[in-house]
Every structure is written in C-alpha cells, then in structure tokens.
C-alpha cells in the first residue's frame, strides 16, 4: 500500500531479565505497581504525531484551552485493533433477544463496517480505496436484485486493506476485520438496505468480565476524574439516563447500550446536547471497560463533540489518553493527557492535574529521558495541596521507579520510601508491600542484600493482609534465598 508507518511515535519495548521484549502494558500488568485509580478509564481518539514534545511545566490554568480536533487530526494507528473483537456472531450463537429474529441487514454491516475504518484512523489514500469498494456495495443494495456475491467480494477486498493496514502498523499479521466479516457472512443477510433495519442480536457481543486482583483494587479507588453528575432535566430522560447506568453497574452491557440509545434519542428529541455528550461518555465507559476501544474512541469523540461541562471534556480527554498511554502510542497520549490538564485546571481539579502529569512524565520515563522528573516534580506540587494519599503515593512510586532507571538507587529508595508511607496512610496494604518489593529488587541489584532482606520483610508483612498470593509467594521466595 506504500504505507510506512515505522516512524510512528511508539513508547519502546522493554526487555526484561534477559527475556523477550514485552510491551509497555504487559509490564505495567506484570508489574502491578499502577495507581489503585487506574480502572477508570481513560481510553481514546483523535491519532496525531507530535515532533516537537511539549515541555515539562507546571500549567497555567488560565491560559486558553484549545478543544482536539479528534479523527480530523488523525495521522497514525491505533494498537487497539489487537484487542479488536467487535461484532463476531457465530452460527452456533445462543444468544436470544425477544422478538428479535436471526436476519442482519446490509445497512447494519455497512455502517459497522465504516465506524471500524473510523476507529483505527485509516489514512486518506487508503480510505479512498476502501470507499471505492464499498460505492460498489452500495450500488448493488439499492438494485431490486442485488449480486450477493459481488456485495461478499468487494466486503471481503475491502476487509483485507483495512487489515493490511493494521498488520503494517502493529509489525504484526491480523485479519481481525477478515475473520469479522467471515463471521457475518455466516449470518442470515438481508441484502435489501434498510438503515432502520437494526438487529439488536448482532451488536457486540460482550465476554464476562473478569478481572484480577489488581484490577479490583483499582475499582476501589476513587478516580482521578470523577463522573459528571445526573442531568437535571427532563424527568423521562433523567430516569432513563439513571436507569441505563444501573444496568451498567449491574454488568449488563447490551441493555445498557440498548437503554442509553433510549435515552439519546429521546436527548435529540428535547435538544438536549450536553445530556447526549454525557451519554455517549457512559456509553464508551462500557465499551471501554470490557475492551472494546474503536467503539470506546468514536463514542468519547461523540461525546466531546456536544459537551459543555468541563467535567465531562475532563473524563473523556483522559479516558483517551489512557487508551493511548495502554498501547504505547506517545503522541496522541501526551496529547490528551495535556488536555487533561488544561481543563482540570480550569476546574480546579487537583487530583486529574497530577496524575496526568505524573502519566505524562511515565512516557517520558519509558523513553529514558529524564525530563520525565520535571514532570513528577510539577505532578508533586500539585498533589501537595490535597490530601489524597493514594495520588501521592502513585506519583512517589512512579519517580522511584524512573529514578531506578536512571541509575540513582538512593534518591529512588527515598521515594520509595514516600511512596510506602503514603499508601500506609491511604490503607493500602497491597501498594504497600508492591513498592517494598520494587524497593527489594532495586537493593538486590546493587548487591545491598540485608537492605533487601530488610525490606522484603517488612513488605512481606503488609502482602499477608492480601489476597495476592503470588506477591505473598514472590516475596517469600526472595527471602528465602537472601537467608
């Protein structure tokens, strides 16, 4: 295709002991050492390559905010498309719907198909050439006798561009779009369009949700960006917007989709476009917390669109950056954690300002400059003025561990050190023992064993009041050894 993306801003693999490269979200997975805020979401839009990174400040809140521009700036690929799984029914699907019968219209395909092409921020050039495809579908649905076979093979030539597309840009082969559209060709078709021909039963369909002990942590925490409030308006409509979010809770993710589009159509109906900006948030909330990030970024790009509230520009900006921040792409990261910022600071939210900032200075960090600490320091004052010990404890981590890696054992041991006495007071037994064990390995490295043997038990006592067993394991397995 003549794409060469090998340019594109990546935050560099990390190799390990010794061992195959990993990427970043794998370790930080690995590492379990992120802040317990992290499960509220974050994930992402508009792609941008950014040359010249922006300088490490401590912002000026009221300096003028400049809204993203989103999927009009996009220049570069998400690696999202790897954890891609949208609309695969199979034929052995069980799933039942009231009333709903086995037929999926053209339209409904169609329109997938090209919010797919949107989510991964296909380049112009390439696009023109998938459009060409899909111009000659659309001229055959709107015939009395539309050629199936022909509507199949362009869908087909057009699915295997798009995944060209992603193979070139994750250095990595995937026919994720290719095996979806293999997957609808297995359904019964209705080649009539119809666009209000809508089959509940081929939306996304959701796996359980399963998370790990780290995850559930996580949720525990407050959030760096708290959740715009209720809309006060409409009765009908604050009852729906109240309802479709219960059934989120409830972990019910097609009826909470099912009820927000309710709700959005009713928002459109009364004009009220602030209520749909903070419906289109909970719903790339859902799609984001079961992984699902092209419909996650198109509904946060949605929601930006109409919002009015900073609160709502906040959550959904740094929702992206951390779908970004997750896979590795530094620019659009840095972008909308900058954003973050900005808005945060117009809302005096202190919280959202430094851990974005302290976020910023960990992509700073994974690239081994150490501009990053310019970061942390700004992320550090800010957090001074609140009482949230958990951020302070997340950013005190994080310095420690760029410090590690820059070769300063004994200014990263104080900031463990920071770190440890903020999660202690911020009862958290788990980030607790996490840093006396990074502490431990950082001792161990520099061949201080009665500092590490020191410190994994202390650690050890904290990792008993978990349920994390493998840490319990790990740590004991050290001390072992060092005794």
Same mark, same amino acid.
């Given at each position: !295709?003549?794409?060469?993306?090998?340019?594109?801003?990546?935050?560099?693999?990390?190799?390990?002991?010794?061992?195959?490269?990993?990427?970043?979200? &794998?370790?930080? $997975?690995? #590492?379990?050492?992120?802040?317990?805020?992290?499960?509220?979401?974050?994930?992402? +839009?508009?792609?941008?390559?950014?040359? =010249?990174?922006?300088?490490?400040?401590?912002?000026?809140?009221?300096?003028?905010?400049?809204?993203?521009?989103?999927?009009?700036?996009?220049?570069?690929?998400?690696?999202?498309?790897?954890?891609?799984?949208?609309?695969?029914?199979?034929?052995?699907?069980?799933?039942?719907?009231?009333?709903?019968?086995?037929?999926?219209?053209?339209?409904?395909?169609?329109?997938?198909?090209?919010?797919?092409?949107?989510?991964?921020?296909?380049?112009? &050039?390439?696009?023109?050439?998938?459009?060409?495809?899909?111009?000659?579908?659309?001229?055959?649905?709107?015939?009395?006798?539309?050629?199936?076979?022909?509507?199949? #093979?362009?869908?087909?030539?057009?699915?295997?561009?798009?995944?060209?597309?992603?193979?070139?840009?994750?250095?990595?082969?995937?026919?994720?779009?290719?095996?979806?559209?293999?997957?609808?060709?297995?359904?019964?078709?209705?080649?009539?369009?119809?666009?209000?021909?809508?089959?509940?039963?081929?939306?996304?369909?959701?796996? &359980?949700?399963?998370?790990?002990?780290?995850?559930?942590?996580?949720?525990?925490?407050?959030?760096?960006?708290?959740?715009?409030?209720?809309?006060?308006?409409?009765?009908?409509?604050?009852?729906?917007?109240?309802?479709?979010?219960?059934?989120?809770?409830?972990?019910?993710?097609?009826?909470?989709?099912?009820?927000?589009?309710?709700?959005?159509?009713?928002? @459109?109906?009364?004009?009220?476009?602030?209520?749909?900006?903070?419906?289109?948030?909970?719903?790339?909330?859902?799609?984001?917390?079961?992984?699902?990030?092209?419909?996650?970024?198109?509904?946060?790009?949605?929601?930006?669109?109409?919002?009015?509230?900073?609160?709502?520009?906040?959550?959904?900006?740094?929702? !992206?950056?951390?779908?970004?921040?997750?896979?590795?792409?530094?620019?659009?990261? /840095?972008?909308?954690?900058?954003?973050?910022?900005?808005?945060?600071? $117009?809302? =005096?939210?202190?919280?959202?300002?430094?851990?974005? /900032?302290?976020? !910023?200075?960990?992509?700073?960090?994974? !690239?081994?400059?150490?501009?990053?600490?310019?970061?942390?320091?700004?992320?550090? =004052?800010?957090?001074?003025?609140?009482?949230?010990?958990?951020?302070?404890?997340?950013?005190?981590?994080?310095?420690? =561990?760029?410090?590690? +890696?820059?070769?300063?054992?004994?200014?990263?041991?104080?900031?463990?050190?920071?770190?440890?006495?903020?999660?202690?007071?911020?009862?958290?037994?788990?980030?607790?023992?996490?840093?006396?064990?990074?502490?431990? @390995?950082?001792?161990?490295?520099?061949?201080?064993?009665?500092?590490?043997?020191? /410190?994994?038990?202390?650690?050890?006592?904290?990792?008993?009041?978990?349920?994390?067993? @493998?840490?319990?394991? $790990?740590?004991?397995?050290?001390? $072992?050894?060092?005794?």
């Amino acid at each position: !295709m003549g794409l060469n993306l090998s340019s594109v801003n990546q935050r560099p693999y990390i190799v390990k002991d010794g061992k195959k490269p990993v990427n970043q979200k &794998e370790e930080q $997975e690995k #590492s379990a050492r992120q802040p317990e805020d992290e499960q509220q979401n974050s994930r992402s +839009k508009g792609l941008a390559l950014v040359e =010249d990174k922006p300088k490490p400040f401590v912002p000026n809140y009221t300096a003028q905010v400049q809204q993203q521009q989103g999927w009009q700036a996009a220049k570069s690929q998400i690696q999202a498309q790897s954890h891609y799984k949208a609309t695969q029914p199979q034929a052995t699907d069980t799933f039942e719907y009231q009333g709903v019968s086995a037929n999926i219209n053209i339209a409904q395909i169609l329109k997938d198909f090209k919010n797919t092409a949107l989510a991964i921020g296909t380049p112009a &050039e390439l696009q023109e050439e998938v459009d060409g495809y899909i111009n000659l579908i659309q001229s055959q649905v709107s015939k009395e006798n539309p050629n199936t076979k022909l509507i199949k #093979s362009n869908l087909k030539n057009a699915s295997t561009l798009l995944d060209a597309y992603i193979s070139e840009t994750l250095n990595k082969e995937s026919k994720v779009v290719e095996n979806w559209v293999d997957a609808i060709f297995l359904q019964q078709i209705d080649f009539k369009y119809n666009e209000n021909d809508i089959n509940p039963q081929f939306l996304v369909k959701f796996p &359980e949700r399963t998370l790990n002990k780290e995850q559930e942590a996580q949720q525990q925490a407050p959030a760096p960006t708290p959740q715009p409030a209720v809309p006060q308006v409409d009765e009908e409509l604050k009852n729906m917007f109240k309802y479709s979010k219960q059934l989120a809770r409830e972990n019910n993710p097609k009826a909470a989709l099912l009820s927000f589009q309710k709700a959005l159509t009713r928002a @459109d109906e009364l004009g009220e476009e602030s209520v749909k900006s903070k419906i289109y948030l909970e719903v790339g909330d859902i799609y984001n917390d079961y992984n699902y990030l092209p419909q996650a970024l198109t509904s946060y790009h949605k929601s930006l669109e109409s919002a009015t509230e900073n609160t709502v520009k906040i959550k959904a900006h740094y929702s !992206m950056a951390q779908i970004y921040d997750n896979v590795n792409q530094i620019s659009p990261a /840095l972008d909308h954690y900058y954003t973050t910022v900005a808005y945060a600071g $117009e809302e =005096d939210n202190l919280v959202a300002q430094s851990v974005s /900032l302290a976020k !910023m200075g960990n992509i700073y960090a994974d !690239m081994y400059e150490q501009e990053s600490l310019e970061y942390y320091s700004s992320a550090k =004052d800010i957090a001074a003025q609140t009482d949230n010990s958990k951020v302070k404890g997340f950013i005190a981590s994080s310095t420690a =561990d760029s410090l590690s +890696k820059f070769g300063e054992p004994q200014e990263a041991l104080k900031e463990y050190s920071q770190a440890v006495q903020h999660y202690a007071q911020a009862d958290s037994p788990l980030k607790v023992a996490q840093n006396y064990n990074a502490a431990a @390995d950082l001792m161990i490295e520099y061949h201080n064993l009665n500092k590490a043997k020191s /410190l994994l038990s202390k650690g050890l006592n904290y990792a008993n009041q978990t349920n994390d067993l @493998d840490l319990i394991a $790990e740590m004991s397995g050290k001390l $072992e050894i060092l005794s």
